[in-house]
Each structure stands twice: as structure tokens, then as C-alpha cells.
């Protein structure tokens, strides 16, 4: 007998008995697994498991809590890319700090608080399953894998505050707040998604965090930026925004966000067994054409009032903010109006930063407009066109205004924003009041004009004393920095003057660098009225 035919005998005898037929694993999954799954005691389940969860479900979790969490990247560079390339890895480490010290508190007591169900759980917080663990196999699936999921939730939640942090915050002080931070997160997510939080009783509806993650994370980003202050200079000239430090960082983070997102909103059907499916493949629909319509409304904006040029904020906000918008109601609307919410959403996010800027509120990666904002819209945005959903009741057996369901649903739509708002701001401010009061949360003003970089790590920069200019290591254009010329430098080094004079001599140095990347620390000598001028590379 040739080798082919010993192949085909040996395919033939594996099909036919060691494994089993598609219909009897198909049983085993539905039936074994189930039977598992509900003999659990239901007081040692977290609220919001679905108990005919099975294995596949499991696989469709764990594999969008691995892509929610390269969101972190798309965080990072994003941030990074619109910063000033001074302080580009001070930005990256505080996003891994999101992991570290935010995932170890959401173990510790943030999945408890949120999806507890031991004796003293009620409407308002969650109690148990602190210390995340076990050893029953009839729950280790189901446990850890709703865990891991919400861990990425939360990180998420804490690293979108970054974005208005950025630039001027101490990182002992963000280590800290990123650990604390869990706190704020948690209550909001038993409130609406938990089967006993009070909203959840009461109707509200949000698939994917709008206002669980966006809201919590674009409000505690208001307050912080207000107790910050504006950076140092960023107001002085107007409110016309800085340039970015690095627009292609910035660009490929918004794609690593775009693609996370399909696992954040499709994630959140929660399996893909029985019907969910079909709402996780509506929900990457409505993901993709809402933000499509976002990235319009970017290049449109741009185009119309930059001056018929496309920026590349407008693009990134545009797309962004269409994304949040979309995130409340992703599984239970239509692509056509998933395109209508994401539209709005982005005419919110493109148009939302002049007025903050007006209002002198620093905000360096747009954390309020994308995330706030945009997140607000999304709940009343569902609460307007959202239909019955007739295959998993994710609407509660309720319908949108403009889908015949009376202002019921909007209503308690608009209560859940507010309530997160409400405990957000005044959880975030006294956190962070506290961090200040204790560690200090902003960077003097030194080392802000240094850089993170060099003042947190070392990295990048060499400082002058006595007014001269010391050599600075090289740095390559495509991190986004730009060297002094010589003649530059040297005019500056030899520069010692009053504060009026180098003023005006700083202004001409920046008008003939068409996008300076190096900052003038104006440094006082004592008992004089003269200024050292010190160049960061």
C-alpha cells in the first residue's frame, strides 16, 4: 500500500472514532458545558454572566480583551504624536502604567465593586470576588474570562484621563492616581451593568461604555485639566494650538484605536453563541460606518474652515469622536443610523475644542470633546433611535423616541449621564485634590519647560548652566525633532539681556524655525533681573 492510501485510511479511522462528530460536540458545548455553567450556586456568580455561556463565548471574549488592549498602544502614540516630542516617552510609560497599577487594583477590589454578589451587595456597589480567583472548574472559564474583559475596560477608562493630564503631570503623582482611579470607574459599571444596579433596573442602555468608559474617563479628564491649569505659554499667543509633535505617531495611533474598537464594541455582545452574533456582527457594522461618517465630517471641517487644508486634529478628532458616539448603542441601531450618530458625534468633536479653547480649558489631546462630549451624545443618541431589540432584550423592552417608545427611555438615558457625571467630578476631584495635597500633581516649572523626558528619565536632552549651551545628543527627524542650526545656537548662547528683550528675541528665533520642537527655559539669576537662556534639544 502506497503512502498516499496509509494516509487516507488513518484520516478515516481518526474521523470515524477518536473524535466526535460536529453534532456531538455541538451537544457537548450546549448541553455538558451548560449543565456546568448552571449548577453554579447563583450567589457565587457576578452580576451580568450570562449562565448559558459557553466555551466559544469564552474564545470570543478572551480574543477582544487581547485586541482592546493594544488600544493602549493606539493610546500612546497618540498622545505621544500630539504632544510636544519633549515629553513623547514620559506619555508611553504613563500608558504602561495604566496596566500595571490599574489592572492590580481592578484585581484587587475593582471587579468586586463592580460585579460582586456576596452578602451586603446592593443597587449602589458590588460586594465579593475580591482578589480575583479560583479553583472550581465549573466557574474558572466564566470568571476569568468576564474579568480579563473588564480589566481592559478599566485600564482603557484611566488611560483616556492621560490624554488630559499630559505634558505637565509628575508621573509619582499619575502611578498613584492610575491605582486610585479604579474607584471611579467601578461604580458607574455596577450602576448599568450589573443586573441589580439601580440603572440597570431602571432601563438604561449602553452596549459598549459610553458612559461606563468614555464619560468617566472624558469627566475626570475636565476636572483634572482644571485643577492642572493650562500648560506653561500654551494661552499666551491666543488659542491657537500648539503643532504636533509627531502627526504620524498620531495617525497610526488613531488606527490602532480603530481597530480596537471593533473588539471593544463587538466584544460586548458577550459571546457569540445562540444569537449574539448577529448583534456582534451589527455591532462591527455600525462601528465602521458611523466612524466613516466621523472621518467626513474631519476632512470636511478642515477643508471648509482650515483654510482648504486637511488637518490632521480634524481628521483624528473627527473619527474618534464618531467612534464614541456610536459605542452606546452599537448592537441595537442600524448602519444607517450608526452613520447619522457618528456624523453628529463628529461635528461635536471637530467643533467642541475652539470653545474650550476660548474658554482657556488646556485639554492636549482632546479628552473632553472625544470622550465627554461624544459620550453624552451617545446615550441620548440611543435613547432616540434605538429599537426593541427583539434577539437578545438588550433594550429592555424599550424603543427610542423617534421609534414610537415615548421619552422613557431618553429620560432615563439623560439620569445615567448625569449620575455619572455627578460621582465622576466629585470622586475625580477629591482624588486628585488629595495626590496634590500629598505628592503634588503638577511638574514645576522647570522641568516643565525641560520635558518629561529629561526631567522623568533622562532621556534626550542636555541642559546648559551659566547661560552657555552644552552639546546635545542628535536627535533623528523621524521622532518629529528638529536640531538648532548653528547660527541659532550660538546667537542665543551669547544672549544675555533683560526679560523684555529676550522675549522679543525669542519670538524671532521661533519665527525662523517654521515648527520648533526645542524649548527656551527662561531661568532668572537671583538678585538680578536677567535671564540664562537654556536650550532643550
Known sequence: MDNYSLKLLRSEVIASEDYPTAAENSSFRNGTQQTLLNNVDSSQRPHGVDVEMSWDDATWILTSSFIIFTMQSGFGLLESGVAASKNEVNIMVKNVVDVIFGGISYWIFGYGLSFGMSPGTNAFVGVGHFFVDSTDPSEIGWLFSHFIFNLSFATTATTIVSGAMAERTKLSAYILFSFINTIIFCFPVHWIWASNGFLRKLGAVDIAGASTVH?????????????????????ENGSREPPMGCPTNALLGMFMLWWGWLG???????????NKWKLAARSAAVTIMGSASGGVVGIGF?????KRTYQVSDLINGILGSLVSVTGGCAVVRPWEGMLIGFIGGILAVCSPTLLNKLHIDDPVYVVSVHGICAVWSMLATGLLVSED?????????????????????????????????????TAFVILKC??????????????LRGSDFVEHRIGFSLATNGRISKAPDRRQSLGMRRL???DALFVEDLETTP???????????????????????????????????ILY
Open 390 to 426: 427583539n434577539i437578545n432584550s438588550l433594550t429592555h423592552g424599550r424603543a427610542g423616541v423617534l421609534k414610537g417608545g415615548g421619552f422613557s427611555l431618553l429620560g432615563v438615558q439623560a439620569l445615567a449621564c448625569l449620575c455619572v457625571i455627578a460621582w465622576s467630578a466629585v
Open 435 to 448: 495626590i496634590d495635597l500629598t505628592v503634588g500633581l503638577r511638574l514645576s516649572a522647570e522641568d516643565e
Open 264 to 274: 471593544f464594541n463587538c466584544g460586548s455582545t458577550f459571546g457569540i453563541s445562540g
Open 215 to 235: 464619560l468617566v474617563g472624558g469627566t475626570v479628564g475636565l476636572v483634572s485639566t482644571l485643577m492642572l491649569k493650562p500648560r506653561i505659554g500654551r494661552f
Open 485 to 487: 542650526s548653528t547660527i
Open 500 to 534: 523684555e528683550d529676550f522675549y522679543s528675541t525669542q519670538a524671532h528665533w521661533k519665527q525662523q524655525n517654521a515648527r520648533p520642537t526645542s524649548a527656551c527655559l527662561k531661568k532668572l539669576h537671583p538678585g538680578t533681573n536677567k535671564i540664562s537662556p537654556v
Open 302 to 306: 478642515s477643508f471648509l474652515f482650515r
